[in-house]
């Protein structure tokens, strides 16, 4: 299982950082890609990005300049960073794990509600 | 990117009914890398088929894919009760991975 964790609530024009901690199994040596999503509320689903357990990241040229993705082997998990967020950053964020290429996603956290306020 | 583009957006239908949702891409799909997703209020998305026809571990088999190319199925054979959520296909070909817009699945 995967669980996210972060705040829910963040100020226009700050930094949204998110962690994925990983459960029954090492993130390291998996051959997984290990990916955030997001679904603005009563909205559709947008694939921010991922990492490989070989420290490749791939990122949506949407948000590529202000998202990055970074794994901690040592504690299990992943994180998300996204900068200079706005009221459209607003969503729920999902964690993933996929498998075969880097927009993947088989296995996906509960999902944790960011909400983008002053 | 792939745009894709899921009809019907909606659909009423009663238990026992077959469902029939339809995912057009804009560009050809490779490998047939396009899944399909179940989602109910409330929680993530839970894979249904990968590869385009694969049902996921768990999966009951009235859910079924099919499709290659650019067009793409997802039927369930008889509806239960549980299965009226919305489902979305996702193409995990190319960046950046996109979704359709979502088909919302109702009870008639």
């Known amino acids: 299982p995967m669980q996210e964790s972060g705040p829910g609530l963040v100020k226009p024009s700050e930094t949204l950082s998110l962690t994925c901690t990983v459960s029954g199994g090492s993130i390291s040596r998996s051959g997984f890609y290990w990916g955030w999503i997001r679904q603005p509320p009563g909205k559709g689903l947008e694939w921010i990005g991922s990492i490989h357990e070989s420290g490749s990241t791939y990122y949506n040229p949407s948000l590529n300049s202000r998202v990055t993705i970074s794994v901690d082997t040592s504690k299990n998990r992943f994180s998300l960073i996204l900068t200079s967020v706005a009221a459209a950053d607003t969503a729920v964020y999902f964690c993933t794990r996929g498998i075969s290429t880097p927009y993947a996603s088989g296995k996906w956290g509960q999902g944790t509600l960011v909400t983008v306020s002053s | 990117e792939i745009v894709l583009t899921q009809s019907p957006g909606n659909l009423s239908l009663s238990p026992g009914e077959r469902a029939t949702l339809s995912c057009r891409a804009s560009?050809?799909?490779?490998?047939?890398?396009l899944a399909w997703f179940q989602q109910k209020p409330g929680q993530a998305p839970r894979l249904l088929i990968y590869?385009?026809?694969y049902r996921d571990p768990g999966i009951p088999d009235r859910f079924s894919g099919s499709g290659s190319g650019a067009d793409f199925t997802l039927t369930i054979s008889r509806l239960e009760p549980e299965d009226f959520a919305v489902y979305y296909c996702?193409?995990?070909?190319?960046?950046?991975?996109?979704f359709g817009q979502g088909t919302k699945l109702e009870i008639k």
């Open positions: 560009q050809s799909v490779s490998s047939n890398y």
């Open positions: 590869g385009a026809s």
């Open positions: 996702q193409q995990y070909d190319r960046s950046p991975g996109t």
